[in-house]
């Protein structure tokens, strides 16, 4: 079962909590195609007919959660090597430009769902992910849009799925994840893992085991949001610096798990944004947003339904949120959030509907890697760039 996007507890893939969800979903839905995962996702599995989301415009205000700001030390370990890295978690200032999206012309080494992403001197690297069998992978793969190619560069030191992974002082970091598969609760970890140059090392340990959290760096600090630990969604905001010590600098108003995490907002204005994800009453169309000045979260506006295992990333300044599921299908929409006006309005569509797929952005393009259609990883690229 796939924890990810399952609402018990031990997350199911479509536990009938799930399916109660789906269908008050539905209800805000008009027809969508489904086949696709991430946006580089072949088609997996058959055409399944479905409701859009709808535009939706955001209410400010709502339900504020105090950040508690208590340091807490994780593990040592060796030192991260430097790299050429880009960080992540670029500021979102506007409501921006609609977006064109087009599967790549070349596809990943193999079908995998749950990696991260992160860019890289003009690549994009996809870290680690489950493959078609439910194991978690070790892979890296370098992708690189100006040769059209995906091809194998290295491997992480622990293979893991659904962890975060984020850009700290130049070098690639892999937080958390699950070392046995999105099935089995036991493998969920807290390891702390860099890779440089086709190599991998352990470098430290989180405060806690999590998987199906979210990465995000604002004003030069990374910062770790939601997630579970194998049995409930958690509400723990951390903060590190160096990728091997890290405080608790707040909470979520609700927990969640599978969320699309990005920064909004922008200079010293810089907010931890999570959309959506994965409650224990299933899907939730909150967005969320952790002021690192004040510590606190509030609820600052809703989605047009439910949504989970979407992705975020950011094209010129941009904030974008694309595919995930709602009401059990996997979604093409792509929207562009409003970080002034807290709104989100349609800005295109995915070439399929896609669930769990790695995101990143390099130059003027983002890049949807892999991730699941009709619960079977794929191993498409979508490339996405403004029209």
Known sequence: MNRRIGSSSRRPRRGPAALA???AASCL????????CSGDQPRAAAVVTSPTIPTATLPTGGTTSPGTGSPTATG??????????????????????????????????????????VADDGKILA???????????????????????????????????HAAGSVVSGTVTVFGGNSKGSSDASGVTDVVQTY???TSQQVGK????????????????????????????QSDIWATSDGKTFQTVGKLATPVRNAAVATTGTGSDQKVTVFGGQT????????????????????VGKLPAGLTGASAFTVNGTTYLAGGQSGGTDQTKIYKFDPSTNTVTEAGDLPSGVTNAAAAATGNSAYLVGGESSNKPISDVTELSPR
């Open 21 to 23: 969800t789906c269908a």
């Open 29 to 36: 839905l008009t027809a969508a195609l489904v086949t696709g």
């Open 76 to 117: 040592t370990g060796t030192a991260s090597p430097t790299g050429t890295a880009s960080p992540t978690g670029t500021a979102s200032p506007g409501a921006g430009q609609t977006l064109t999206a087009t599967t790549a012309p070349y596809k990943l080494p193999n079908p995998v769902t749950g990696a991260t992403a």
């Open 127 to 161: 870290l680690g992910g489950q493959d078609s069998s439910g194991r978690p992978t070790d892979q890296v793969t370098a992708i690189d849009p100006s040769a059209n190619s995906a091809s194998p560069a290295g491997t992480l030191n622990t293979a893991v799925t």
């Open 196 to 198: 440089t140059n086709g």
């Open 206 to 233: 989180l405060p806690a085991k999590r998987e199906n959290l979210g990465a995000t760096t604002a004003n030069g600090k990374t910062y770790l949001a939601g997630g579970d630990d194998g049995k409930t969604g």
């Open 280 to 299: 224990t009453s299933g899907p939730t169309d909150a967005i969320q947003q952790f002021d690192p000045s004040t510590g606190s979260t509030s609820t």
